[in-house]
């Protein structure tokens, strides 16, 4: 987690450490509804504490993968493969790795057979 440098003066005294100690969410009192909303979509992390409370994912975000299904790779197309693909919209790729699987598909059934 990232410092951050801030201006405010530690109390000074024990009755001004006992007010922040107060004034902080807890046991001790009820959690505000603006403070119950930023914690609604929370988590605790191993260690717990406030340094470890994250945003939980999004619906639709993906989170971290054990074992990646596919391999990043630096290709290099001809332009008019790329225009063609990429003029099909978002989701060009996998509809890219799709035509390729088919072609794969194609050309190990062809091998299997003695082609």
């Known amino acids: 987690m990232k410092s951050v440098a801030t201006r405010k003066k530690l109390p000074a005294t024990p009755a001004?450490?006992?007010?922040?100690?107060?004034a902080a969410p807890g046991k001790d009192r009820v959690l505000t509804a603006a403070e119950e909303k930023k914690m609604a979509n929370a988590l605790v992390v191993k260690g717990g504490?406030?340094?470890?409370?994250?945003?939980?994912?999004?619906?639709?975000e993906r989170g971290l993968q054990v074992a990646p299904t596919k391999q990043l790779v630096s290709v290099r197309y001809s332009p008019e493969v790329l225009q063609y693909f990429k003029a099909t919209g978002a989701g060009w790729q996998t509809r890219?790795?799709?035509?390729?699987?088919?072609?794969?598909?194609?050309?190990?059934?062809?091998?299997?057979s003695g082609a």
Do not use: D, F, H, P
């Open 16 to 22: 001004e450490w006992e007010a922040v100690i107060a």
């Open 96 to 112: 890219m790795n799709e035509a390729l699987l088919e072609w794969v598909s194609k050309r190990s059934t062809r091998s299997r």
């Open 49 to 60: 504490g406030y340094a470890a409370v994250r945003a939980a994912r999004q619906r639709g």
